[in-house]
C-alpha cells in the first residue's frame, strides 16, 4: 500500500477516535514535532508536555483536516500555536522594542547568510542547542520567521507586537545565534 493511502487510513483512524490509529499517528511525526516544541522551550521536559498538548489538540481537531495540504504542515502549525500558548502562559517573553536597539551593531538582513555559517558545518543538535540558548522571546521570533516561514506581519499579528519588534527581536536572535555558535565552535577546534 501505498504511504500516502496509509496515512489517509491513520487520518480517517483518527477522526473515527481509534487509539491505534492516534499511536500510529503519533510515533508517526513524533520526532518531526518534537524538534519543534525544543526549538520553543530550553528544556525537554516542557517541550514533551508541549507536544502532548499538541497531539491532544490534534486529536480533538483531526476532523476539520481538509487534506487539500500537507498533513505535516497542518501538524506543525497546532503544535506551532500550543508552543506559542504555552510561552504566553508562562510569560517568558522579553521583547525588544524596535527603538531600543543599538544601531553601532552589525545587523543580519533575513535571508542574508554569514561567510562563516557556510564554512562551518554544524549538525542539527549543536543547532538547536544554540537555538535553546537564546532568550524565549529571541527563540520565539527566529522560529516563527525562520524555520516555520511566517512573515514579520504575521508573527506580529500572533504575538501583538508590531512588526519592527518581530524584525529587531530576530535580529538580535541572528547575532546572539552567531555569537553562540562561534564560542562553541572555537570551543570544539581548540579541544
Known amino acids: ?65 481538509e487534506n487539500n495540504g500537507s ?34 551593531e552589525e545587523f543580519i538582513e533575513p535571508g542574508e547568510e554569514l561567510e562563516r555559517e557556510s564554512t562551518i558545518q554544524l549538525k542539527a543538535e549543536v543547532a538547536l542547542e544554540a537555538i535553546q540558548q537564546l532568550s524565549p522571546a529571541y527563540q520565539t521570533v527566529f522560529n516563527l520567521y525562520v524555520m516555520e516561514e511566517y512573515s514579520h506581519k504575521e508573527i506580529a499579528e500572533m504575538l501583538g507586537i508590531s512588526e519592527g519588534t518581530s524584525k529587531s527581536n530576530l535580529s538580535k536572535a541572528k547575532m546572539n545565534l552567531q555569537k553562540i555558535i562561534e564560542k562553541k565552535y572555537t570551543k570544539i577546534t581548540n579541544e
Open 71 to 104: 498533513i505535516e504542515g497542518w501538524l506543525r502549525r497546532i503544535v506551532t500555536n500550543t508552543a506559542l500558548d504555552y510561552l504566553r502562559k508562562t510569560k517568558k517573553y522579553n521583547w525588544v522594542e524596535e527603538n531600543e536597539i543599538n544601531t553601532k
Open 1 to 65: 500500500m501505498e504511504k500516502k493511502e496509509q496515512l489517509d487510513i491513520i487520518i480517517a483512524g483518527c477522526v473515527k477516535n481509534s487509539r491505534v490509529s492516534q499511536e500510529k499517528l503519533f510515533k508517526l511525526f513524533y520526532g518531526k514535532l518534537m524538534v519543534v516544541c525544543q526549538r520553543y522551550t530550553n528544556d525537554r521536559d516542557s517541550a514533551q508536555d508541549i507536544l502532548q498538548e499538541g497531539f491532544i489538540k490534534i486529536f480533538d481537531k483531526i476532523s476539520t483536516f
